[in-house]
Structure formats: C-alpha cells, structure tokens
C-alpha cells in the first residue's frame, strides 16, 4: 500500500496533524479543515472520511472504510478501529416517507438526523458493520461482524447482530499492554529528543 507523504499531507489543511500518520494515496478526504488525525493514524485503500472527523492516537481505519462526519461529527478516541468495510454516520435521512431525501434537495424539504457519534478508547468495530447517528460505543466495546449499531453500548462488552445487542464482557487486558507500549514509546521519544 502506498502512502501519501507528509508534505503532502501538510499541505491538505488539516485541522490538526500528528506524527506518523499513514494516509493512503487511494483514499478520499473532504473537508480536511474539519478533520484532526492523531499520532500513527492509519486509514487504508478505498476509504471516505469527511466532514467533521476526529481521530485519535493509534486509530485504524481499514479498507473500503467510510467515516461521515457530516455537521455533527464522528470521534474516534484512541487505539480504536474500523475493520473491512464499515459505515460510520453522523446524519441521516428520514426514511418514513415524511420528507424528501437525498443531498440534491433543499433542507426545508428534509428531516435529517443529525447527532455526533463517539468510537470510544479501545473500541474495535467488525468488518462490515454500520454506526448509526447518535451511538457513543463504550471504552472497549467490540462489535462482531455485520452488526448495525443503533444504540450506545456498555463499557468492555461484547454486542453482535442487527440491531446489534450485548452479548458477553470484553477481557480489559490490553490495558497492560497499552501501559507498556505507551512507557516504550515515551521512552523512545526521549532518547530522540537527547540524540
């Protein structure tokens, strides 16, 4: 995978840019004032990310990804994910019939949900599954493949299914090791800074 580099990135007007983000040169960003990436972002081929979008440290979006920020925004706090082909919204249209849809028609003509959703520290999303405007998943949540999430979720649980529903606890481990990598990373910085 190709990666756009990083005078390139600096030129595309991010609202704020951290160190080692790895952006791949086929993916798409609109509204890069809006958008902040955090150190060591990674966003793979075939993905969308636009309107206001904010991603933390150690975040990976992987391919066909699709993060719509809208007015609203997303969040995506740190060491969470995105797997193969998931839909994150922060609007949507009203599908009862009531009012017209689509961006090609005036807003007084539509309802559209619009609400801000949070992918919470250590959130990991399967592959293919949808995030709908509003949800808040929990420090740790894992949602299992093909799940559409509608409602905000428990901290460390398990949730699969359309609608996705809790299913177990998630093991809170990996906070061992993140202690570990942070204190390695900081270390390494330090001697950085001292070389």
Request: proline share 3%; charged share 20%; with cysteine.
């Amino acid at each position: 995978m190709a990666f756009i580099d990083r005078q390139q990135l600096l030129t595309m007007g991010f609202r704020s840019l951290g160190r080692n983000v790895l952006i791949s040169e086929k993916a798409s960003l609109y509204n890069c004032d809006l958008i902040d990436l955090g150190d060591n972002t990674r966003i793979d081929d075939f993905c969308v990310v636009s309107g206001r979008v904010s991603i933390g440290q150690n975040v990976h979006i992987a391919v066909f990804c699709n993060v719509a920020g809208g007015e609203a925004g997303v969040t995506m706090l740190d060491f969470s994910g995105l797997a193969y082909g998931c839909q994150v919204f922060a609007q949507s249209d009203d599908y009862s019939g009531a009012t017209l849809t689509n961006p090609t028609v005036p807003d007084k003509y539509k309802s559209e949900k619009k609400q801000p959703v949070v992918i919470g520290r250590h959130a990991i999303v399967g592959t293919k599954s949808i995030v709908f405007p509003g949800v808040v998943l929990g420090e740790g949540t894992a949602v299992g493949a093909n799940s559409m999430v509608t409602k905000s979720t428990e901290a460390w649980s398990v949730y699969f299914g359309s609608p996705a529903k809790r299913i177990s606890s998630r093991s809170m481990d990996l906070l061992k090791l993140e202690a570990e990598y942070l204190a390695e990373t900081r270390g390494a910085r330090t001697l950085e800074h001292l070389g």
